[in-house]
T-cell receptor
Framework: GDSVTQMEGPVTLSEEAFLTINCTYTATGYPSLFWYVQYPGEGLQLLLKATKADDKGSNKGFEATYRKETTSFHLEKGSVQVSDSAVYFCARSGGYQKVTFGTGTKLQVIP | DAGVIQSPRHEVTEMGQEVTLRCKPISGHDYLFWYRQTMMRGLELLIYFNNNVPIDDSGMPEDRFSAKMPNASFSTLKIQPSEPRDSAVYFC??????????FGQGTRLTVV
């Protein structure tokens, strides 16, 4: 079935460091791919999305490229800030708008 | 738009009591989802609706859980009777084609 695998956390980085959070997905069908972010005490918020192969989603300095050949959608940011500390979820769409989420990766950015 | 609205934000109840969680989706969205989030199991899809009709309830843990969507602007998730292992954050989310899923802020349920 549909599934998403993302790297285990927590990830701890210093401010201004480069961020990569790995994500791979099962290649059934033609899914859309998403990254969501969850700040403490809040619901998940859509961070970025890509709907077809080679698309790049971007928002707030974060980027991810839909790689069909490697079934990957890695999240990157060139220079993280303390305010980026949150849990990040990779997700893929399925039938009926159903979205399957990864287990989440906690990011902690220290000053 | 105010986004997906859930109530209550926090609920503390005693084991055996009935609990009802409420959700108002974003206007115009034709899909509605109920998720449960715990440290142990992460984010689990419980049930989702399309145009007020339940499409997949295979994630509902047992018969104590039920969900309804009487109209396009309202849904409930009911647990009867509640148990301590039901303690979690319950999220409602809504969507339409191409929009991604939009989440509410969740209801933190504690069953003592």
């Amino acid at each position: 079935g549909d599934s998403v695998t993302q790297m285990e956390g927590p990830v701890t980085l210093s401010e201004e460091a480069f961020l990569t959070i790995n994500c791979t997905y099962t290649a059934t069908g033609y899914p859309s791919l998403f990254w969501y972010v969850q700040y403490p005490g809040e619901g998940l918020q859509l961070l970025l999305k890509a709907t077809k192969a080679d698309d790049k989603g971007s928002n707030k300095g974060f980027e991810a490229t839909y790689r069909k050949e490697t079934t990957s959608f890695h999240l990157e940011k060139g220079s993280v800030q303390v305010s980026d500390s949150a849990v990040y979820f990779c997700a893929r769409s399925g039938g009926y708008q159903k979205v399957t989420f990864g287990t989440g990766t906690k990011l902690q950015v220290i000053p | 738009d105010a986004g997906v609205i859930q109530s209550p934000r926090h609920e503390v109840t005693e084991m055996g009591q009935e609990v009802t969680l409420r959700c108002k989706p974003i206007s115009g969205h034709d899909y509605l989802f109920w998720y449960r989030q715990t440290m142990m199991r992460g984010l689990e899809l419980l049930i989702y609706f399309n145009n007020n009709v339940p499409i997949d309830d295979s994630g509902m843990p047992e018969d104590r859980f039920s969900a309804k969507m009487p109209n396009a602007s309202f849904s409930t998730l009911k647990i009867q009777p509640s148990e301590p292992r039901d303690s979690a954050v319950y999220f409602c989310a809504s969507s339409t084609t191409g929009a991604g899923i939009w989440f509410g802020q969740g209801t933190r349920l504690t069953v003592v």
